[in-house]
T-cell receptor
Framework: QKEVEQNSGPLSVPEGAIASLNCTYS??????FFWYRQYSGKSPELIMS????GDKEDGRFTAQLNKASQYVSLLIRDSQPSDSATYLC????????????FGAGTRLAVHP | EAQVTQNPRYLITVTGKKLTVTCSQN?????MSWYRQDPGLGLRQIYY???????DKGDVPEGYKVSRKEKRNFPLILESPSPNQTSLYFC??????????????FGPGTRLTVT
């Protein structure tokens, strides 16, 4: 059974701090990794994708991937109250059918 | 505007009354998928489709049907809804070509309540 694990939180950080969200996955042949942001009652919104080991930066967001450790993380710099949401980690497993497995999500709360 | 649309957005129905939730995308994506989201369980895939007339079961297909007669549309059918199908449903689509494979884009969601 392929699995994606996330700490459910809530992760509480003060405004302006760095929020660090973590995700582990079970399948060693996974090829693609994504972070989605979901506000309460809304649909998931893709914010980062990463396909190779290392860091990928986009604005205040940095995704980090370590395939050897089966670990992917998302850093949010200068956190804002508007970043308060649930962050879903998703892993694309090989097999030719485009399947994503989602973690249950980490709830982030940024307080002023 | 590139988007995935779903209708209806909210639906309250009774056990056993057949219903259809529509999903449409305007991005010419080959891949479409249905998920349900329940508290503490995350997003679980119901059915997916790799292209027209090509569909397959996801992780929780029981009680659901789908069809893919046109590339842009992927309706979800509940022939005889039951209360355990009360959930938040999302349709998603993605391209299957190029380096953006697997990047799935979600519709706004349909909140279904079966009484």
């Amino acid at each position: 059974q392929k699995e994606v694990e996330q700490n459910s939180g809530p992760l509480s950080v003060p405004e302006g701090a760095i929020a660090s969200l973590n995700c582990t996955y079970s399948d060693r042949v996974s090829q693609s990794f994504f972070w989605y942001r979901q506000y309460s009652g809304k649909s998931p919104e893709l914010i980062m994708s990463i396909y190779s080991n290392g860091d990928k930066e986009d604005g205040r967001f940095t995704a980090q991937l370590n395939k050897a450790s089966q670990y992917v993380s998302l850093l949010i710099r200068d956190s804002q109250p508007s970043d308060s949401a649930t962050y879903l980690c998703a892993v694309g497993f090989s097999g030719g059918y485009n399947k994503l497995i989602f973690g249950a999500g980490t709830r982030l709360a940024v307080h002023p | 505007e590139a988007q995935v649309t779903q209708n209806p957005r909210y639906l309250i129905t009774v056990t056993g009354k057949k219903l259809t939730v529509t999903c449409s995308q305007n991005m010419n994506h080959e891949y479409m998928s249905w998920y349900r989201q329940d508290p503490g369980l995350g997003l679980r895939q119901i059915y997916y489709s790799m292209n027209v007339e090509v569909t397959d079961k996801g992780d929780v297909p029981e009680g659901y049907k789908v069809s893919r007669k046109e590339k842009r549309n992927f309706p979800l059918i509940l022939e005889s809804p039951s209360p355990n199908q009360t959930s938040l449903y999302f349709c998603a689509s993605s391209s299957l070509t190029g380096e953006e494979d697997y990047e799935q884009y979600f519709g706004p969601g349909t909140r279904l309540t079966v009484t």
